[in-house]
């Protein structure tokens, strides 16, 4: 499934994303001079955080639009469009970076190939995305849904990857990686008010409902709204059930 994306409403609507982003720069703990590569940098807040440590960063995405912005907001930093499956640099990074990206991207094993090879040996990799049962509600109640109402190919379009600490440390060490740290942890996630599960989905799970007429979406929506009101509303606000795993590995070889 490919998604596009809203940079505005990204940087307004859905902010926590990159809030949440600046606890794993702490892992990553970036040093004046280092050269870092932030992959699905957005609309680059985070590539901001990084560049203000003093390391040499570079921000990219596969969005155009995401770029755009971001190289708007930070004429300064290096940004360019390329997609995490398929990316390569002349000179090698002495870490990478990536915040609430790898999630989107089932072809998992080109991602981390791409990884190795632009890391130096010594190198550090240190992401957050999602992990194991994520979003659990939203992907039944998708699922159900849209089969139920005669979308079965809709529904085979949630294709997000959401590995376990053993499944993604085990893809990392066939490339050369040792994890030296690994968590998975619930973050439930109060969205903005006036924010709903509709607005989620029409930021990032767009391209799941493409194909569908307006009018037949629109009450597609509006049932998976009716079935997730009796899970994912606390206090009178809609929250979104993530589960968060977050990494840090070291290339060996």
Known sequence: M?????????????SYV???????????????????????????????VIADYGADVTGI???AEMIKQATQKYPSINFKKMDATDFSFTEKFDAIFSNAVLHWIPEKEKVVK??????????RFVAEFGGKNNIRNVVDALSIILK????PDNAERINWYF????EYASLLEKYGFKVEFAAHFDRDTFLDDGVDIIDWLEMFGKGIFSGIEPEIRKNLL??????LST????????FIDYKRLRIAAVKEF
């Open 61 to 63: 995405d596969s969005s």
């Open 148 to 151: 139920k109402n005669g979308y």
């Open 163 to 166: 590995p376990s600490i053993g």
């Open 222 to 227: 509006s049932e998976i709204k009716d079935d």
């Open 18 to 48: 990159f809030k949440y982003g600046e606890d794993v720069i702490k892992l990553l703990s970036p040093k004046p001079g280092e050269r870092i590569l932030d992959l699905g940098c957005g609309t680059g807040h985070l590539t901001k």
């Open 2 to 14: 490919k998604n596009t994306w809203n940079s505005e409403l990204y940087d307004t609507k859905h």
């Open 231 to 238: 899970k994912n509303i606390k206090d009178g606000k809609w």
């Open 114 to 123: 791409c990884l190795s090879e632009a890391l130096k040996t010594g190198g």
